[in-house]
């Protein structure tokens, strides 16, 4: 256990329906990411955070796609009008600048997402 | 960030030292190198980083080549709960955004 949650683990959903995810970072962290990660293939960068200020977006982060972190805490991201292609695990990671003199990012254990 | 070569799967006897090499010809002198595991179902789960020098922490240890455009990771008594993917990473020191750009790492099978 990293002490990075997020919820749900498990999600099932029908073809153009909303989800959300909710990611619980290591408290005393400011920088929050979003990874999404296909069968067989490594972990692909979605958006960051510092604090509550979203710093960067993939490509892969289309319209359908809205990342938050309101108060710098938690963070949830929502896809909208989910399509089968969205299918995939949803990783989210934290880290904290200065520790060791470097960044090392922690990760939760995903949400796993299946559109039928 | 630059690129980094792995093979694709190996195979280690349980108990017995298991070596990932891992290829980054054209990294930069201001880019470490890091290891990250993820096992199956769960999130990466980062394992050691380094510079230029060996480092050795109490997962495992990390061998740089003196040019350092290659690297070994050891985990020196392997388990079988040490199967895993295993992604070899070079990332740039204090970078602003400081994402990770993963590969397809090496999928490594620990054989009772």
């Known amino acids: 256990d990293t002490g990075v949650s997020q919820n749900p683990r498990h999600k099932i959903t029908k073809r153009g329906q909303n989800v959300t995810f909710r990611c619980d970072p290591i408290s005393e962290h400011n920088r929050l990411y979003w990874y999404r990660q296909t069968l067989g293939q490594g972990p692909e960068f979605l958006t960051y955070?510092?604090?509550?200020?979203?710093?960067?977006k993939s490509r892969l982060l289309s319209d359908r796609f809205s990342a938050e972190r309101p108060k710098g805490s938690f963070s949830t991201l929502e896809i909208q009008r989910t399509e089968q292609g969205d299918s995939a695990m949803y990783l989210c990671?934290?880290?904290?600048?200065?520790?060791?003199?470097?960044?090392?990012?922690?990760f939760g254990p995903g949400t796993r997402l299946l559109v039928l | 960030d630059a690129k980094t070569t792995q093979p694709t799967s190996m195979d280690c006897a349980e108990g017995r030292a298991a070596n990932l090499p891992c290829n980054h010809s054209t990294i930069s002198g201001n880019e470490y190198v890091y290891w990250y595991r993820q096992i199956h179902s769960q999130g990466p789960q980062y394992i050691i980083h380094g510079l230029k020098n060996n480092e050795t922490n109490e997962m495992a240890s990390l061998i740089i080549t003196e040019d350092r455009k290659s690297s070994t990771l050891i985990l020196p008594h392997a388990t079988l709960r040490d199967t895993a993917v295993y992604y070899c990473?070079?990332?740039?020191?204090?970078?602003?955004?400081?994402?990770?750009?993963f590969g397809k790492g090496t999928r490594l099978h620990i054989l009772p």
């Open positions: 990473i070079v990332r740039v020191a204090m970078n602003r955004d400081d994402k990770i750009i």
């Open positions: 955070f510092q604090n509550e200020a979203q710093l960067e």
């Open positions: 990671a934290s880290s904290s600048p200065g520790t060791k003199g470097r960044e090392t990012q922690y």
